[in-house]
């Protein structure tokens, strides 16, 4: 067990590494050292590359860093305050997992925020975007059809992102991306339950027409029912856990 532990703590320590190595550019534009490892630490939370549980040790993350430890903390306050890292019960600061209850508080925001956006979309949308909407579900539909649940999973987000870009409204866009980012943290998709794949599809294609078409009040309860949708084998798989 020991043994097992120990090469999953090299194997995240070295994607952080190769992470840290290769996002020069991204560093360079953010405000601080410490924001830099903050989003970086971030970035690798939400993909899953740092497992939840896993020990977020100062020093240790100075050294992979190569950076002391002042900005170290300072990024580590961040986290912890964007509810992404906590600590266990002897004090020690590890990446936190996103909880059932929390789960289901992201379907209830979902449900808001997309059929707001579908709605907002469906009278200010340019016909770029709605041809760009068209695009991301038919790469959604080919996943469906490849059973590709995982790369579904991540068209699946370019839908929904592309759908509050379509909006125009920033602030929007930002909830929306944020929100995203609780949902790439959950393990699991409801893309992979038994006949989702090829309904999400369909039920994109409907949203996409209430958009083209203008009708607001349609759009909106679309997009209502799909995450509502969503959420209910969301909660079918918590229960089979």
């Known amino acids: ?5 120990k090469r999953s703590s090299e194997s995240w320590e070295h994607k952080l590494r190769e992470r840290w190595r290769t996002t020069r550019a ?6 601080s050292t410490a924001e830099a490892v903050r989003l970086s630490l971030a970035d690798a939370i939400v993909k899953r590359e740092l497992p939840p549980g896993a020990r977020l040790g100062e020093d240790r993350l100075a050294t992979l860093f190569g950076v002391s430890r002042t900005p170290i903390r300072e990024a580590l306050v961040g986290l912890v305050n964007s509810n992404l890292a906590t600590r266990d019960s002897s004090g020690f600061l590890r990446v936190g997992s996103i909880t059932s209850e929390q789960i289901l508080e992201v379907y209830a925001v979902r449900q808001i925020l997309e059929g707001f956006a579908a709605a907002l979309a469906s009278r200010v949308a340019s016909p770029a975007s ?6 991301i579900n038919a790469a959604c ?12 999973a991540v068209d699946n987000l370019h839908f929904h992102a592309a759908l509050a870009r379509a909006c125009g409204n920033r602030l929007l866009d930002q909830f929306v991306r944020e929100i995203h980012n609780w949902v790439s943290r959950i393990p699991t998709t409801t893309l992979s339950y038994p006949g989702r794949a090829e309904l999400a599809v369909g039920e994109h294609s409907a949203i996409i027409d209430a ?7 349609l ?23």
Do not use: G, N, P, W
């Not at 067990?1 to 532990?5: I, V």
């Not at 991204?26 to 405000?31: E, K, L, P, V």
């Not at 709605?130 to 695009?135: D, T, W």
């Open 1 to 5: 067990m020991a043994a097992k532990l």
């Open 26 to 31: 991204d560093r360079d534009r953010a405000s």
């Open 130 to 135: 709605i041809v760009r909407l068209k695009q």
């Open 141 to 152: 539909a080919r996943d469906a059809e490849t059973r590709d649940f995982q790369a579904l």
């Open 211 to 217: 958009i083209e078409h203008h009708d607001d009040v």
């Open 219 to 241: 759009a909106e309860r679309l997009a209502r029912e799909h995450m509502r949708a969503a959420e209910t084998i969301r909660i079918a798989m918590l229960v089979e856990i």
